[in-house]
């Protein structure tokens, strides 16, 4: 039996082949990896529950990680990762992770997917939405795929996270986004479940623009050095979409500032 016959591929992310092999998962390594182990290891003797544990490498130079069992829900989204209480869940769980990395000291010459942000206040994800995040009973348990992770404010995550999860999105471009004041509702939940600070709350909606646009930079970046998925993600228009739902944000700017800070 070859080692293939035992692999179950995992879907989703769109981005890297990953794969499951019994109580475990393999993913493609790059520069930053190190940088990632060293953290997931960091996260493990912290306590923190809600990443997997690393394991080094496989014979095929792949990373291996823990299996987290649950649901990884993909768009459109399930009812269970769009109801309050996940939101509040994912609040806490962003809190609790960044806390978990504030006394991280990285190894020397290490590497991060994307460059550090200042003020470097905690090791940053990168990408917390709801793809990357495993649900058990409804609620979220943990988050996956640490690739992206990096230092920065706090900030750079949860304007991010707040923009996927609430979600801080246009109404008008597809059916089931909430409109514009149930969003504000949601967006204050989740700020108060994270316990945001007031000088945080007030960057919230300008941070967020800030992440799409890096967002938008680096999916050009890539798909111009050659790299076909993100490519592909430029043809189906996912760069048009985050532009239009940071003018949404730019455009209700006031009305989520007011809910934030009330």
């Given at each position: 039996?070859?080692?293939?016959?035992?692999?179950?591929?995992?879907?989703?992310?769109?981005?890297?082949?990953?794969?499951?092999?019994?109580?475990?998962?393999?993913r493609p390594t790059g520069r930053w990896t190190p940088a990632v182990h060293a953290l997931l290891d960091h996260l493990a003797a912290m306590g923190f529950t809600g990443a997997p544990t690393s394991h080094g490498l496989?014979?095929?130079?792949?990373?291996?990680?823990?299996?987290?069992?649950?649901?990884?829900?993909?768009?459109?989204?399930?009812?269970?990762?769009?109801?309050?209480?996940?939101?509040?869940?994912?609040?806490?769980?962003?809190?609790?992770?960044?806390?978990?990395?504030?006394?991280?000291?990285?190894?020397?010459?290490?590497?991060?997917?994307?460059s550090p942000q200042y003020p470097a206040e905690v090791i940053c994800h990168g990408d917390i939405a709801p793809y990357n995040c495993v649900f058990r009973d409804g609620q979220p348990a943990a988050f996956i795929d640490f690739d992206t992770v990096h230092p920065?404010?706090?900030?750079?995550?949860?304007?991010?996270?707040?923009?996927?999860?609430?979600?801080?999105?246009?109404?008008?471009?597809?059916?089931?986004?909430?409109?514009?004041?149930?969003?504000?509702?949601?967006?204050?939940?989740?700020?108060?479940?994270?316990?945001?600070?007031?000088?945080?709350?007030?960057?919230?909606?300008?941070?967020?623009?800030?992440?799409?646009?890096h967002l938008v930079g680096h999916m050009h970046d890539q798909a111009n050095a050659g790299n076909e998925a993100f490519a592909a993600h430029i043809a189906a228009g996912d760069d048009t979409l985050y532009r239009t739902d940071a003018e949404h944000i730019a455009r209700h700017q006031a009305v989520f500032q007011a809910a934030l800070t009330a």
């Open positions: 039996m070859s080692p293939q016959s035992d692999e179950e591929e995992l879907t989703g992310g769109g981005i890297n082949h990953v794969v499951r092999i019994g109580s475990t998962v393999r496989d014979s095929e130079g792949r990373e291996i990680l823990d299996f987290l069992a649950g649901q990884v829900p993909d768009y459109p989204l399930p009812e269970y990762a769009q109801s309050d209480s996940a939101l509040r869940a994912v609040g806490v769980l962003l809190r609790d992770y960044h806390d978990a990395t504030a006394g991280f000291i990285a190894p020397a010459d290490v590497t991060w997917y994307f920065g404010p706090r900030i750079w995550d949860v304007a991010y996270a707040a923009y996927r999860f609430v979600p801080l999105a246009d109404p008008h471009r597809e059916d089931g986004i909430p409109a514009v004041k149930e969003q504000a509702r949601r967006l204050r939940l989740f700020a108060d479940a994270y316990r945001l600070c007031d000088t945080d709350r007030d960057a919230l909606t300008d941070t967020a623009r800030a992440r799409l646009d």
